[in-house]
């Protein structure tokens, strides 16, 4: 974009993890691009970081590495207009729901859930004392379909959204507007080096593979993952003043998965 104002200029945005070609990434330069000041946070820091003033190396699965990226944004930026979470994450558990430890357990709500809470409360304050703000919590929509495979993941954002609607509804008198995004398959870097790698293994072509994931989530009726740009072109309507009156909500990006209503 060049020229005039842009959407976002003067905001200063939180996105968590904005590395390696995922969700988080694509949101960065989209909020980047329209004008935003972007804090982002990843645990590894990668080679080819631009503003390195823009980056904390952190993990937010921990307290510890939350309040490092809080600290880092209200000194760094000065304060928050915008929080984007999007770091999460599953691991596969082929043993059943009865094979899960409580470090399973812990580990998914630490990333999927606790993450956001603590970020939120962090920086809430500053938001609040401002009178403006725009939170948004990227889901699943494992939290309303959830798969056998990763049971702690889809409670875990099922809780995330849950805890969204609440944080909503308590802002909103505030200035503050909180809403989910449920994206299905998306096609990031980590994705594609999965269908890559399954279609190594099993001996067909990437098209084969990453039709089995799709047939493997009931199909995407749109006959496509969702590209990481179509994510990030949602999350930058719903933090900006276009969305002013949308709070509380759940926005699926999904392709068509979800059958329900
Ligand atoms: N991709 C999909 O199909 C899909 C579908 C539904 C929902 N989602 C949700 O969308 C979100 C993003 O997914 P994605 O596929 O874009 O992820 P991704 O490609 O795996 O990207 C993950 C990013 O987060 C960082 N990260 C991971 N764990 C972190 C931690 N504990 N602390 C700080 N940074 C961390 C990674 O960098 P480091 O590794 O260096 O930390 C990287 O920058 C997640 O909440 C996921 O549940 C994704």
Redesign the pocket.
């Known amino acids: 974009m060049s020229g005039g104002m842009r959407e976002l200029d003067g905001r200063r945005a939180v996105v968590?993890?904005?590395?390696?070609?995922?969700?988080?990434?694509a949101v960065t330069a989209r909020l980047t691009d329209a004008g935003a000041r972007v804090l982002t946070?990843?645990?590894?820091t990668p080679d080819d970081v631009v503003h390195p003033e823009l980056f904390v190396a952190?993990?937010?699965?921990t307290a510890e590495?939350v309040a490092r990226v809080a600290e880092a944004a209200l000194n760094r930026l000065g304060g928050v207009d915008i929080v984007v979470h999007?770091?999460?994450?599953?691991r596969q558990e082929p043993g059943g729901v009865l094979a899960l430890s409580d470090d399973d357990w812990q580990d998914a709500f630490a990333?999927?859930l606790f993450a956001s809470v603590r970020l939120d409360r962090a920086l809430l304050p500053s938001m609040i004392d401002q009178g403006r703000g725009a939170i948004v919590h990227?889901t699943?929509?494992q939290r309303r379909v959830p798969l056998p495979t990763t049971v702690p993941y889809a409670a875990a954002k099922a809780a995330l959204t849950s805890y969204s609607k609440n944080l909503a509804t308590q802002m909103a008198p505030k200035g503050v507007r909180v809403n989910t995004v449920a994206?299905?398959?998306?096609e990031?870097?980590?994705?594609r080096g999965m269908v890559s790698a399954l279609a190594a293994a099993d001996g067909v072509d990437e098209n084969t593979s990453r039709r089995r994931i799709m047939d493997s989530i009931g199909g995407i009726p749109l006959g496509r993952p969702a590209r990481?740009e179509e994510v990030a072109e949602l999350v930058a309507f719903l933090v900006s003043d276009r969305a002013s009156a949308i709070t509380g909500a759940e926005h699926v990006i999904d392709g068509g998965s979800l059958r329900t209503i």
């Open positions: 968590t993890g904005g590395t390696r070609g995922g969700i988080g990434a946070t990843a645990r590894s952190s993990d937010v699965g590495g999007v770091v999460g994450g599953s990333v999927n990227v699943s929509i994206p299905g398959f998306v990031t870097a980590g994705a990481p």
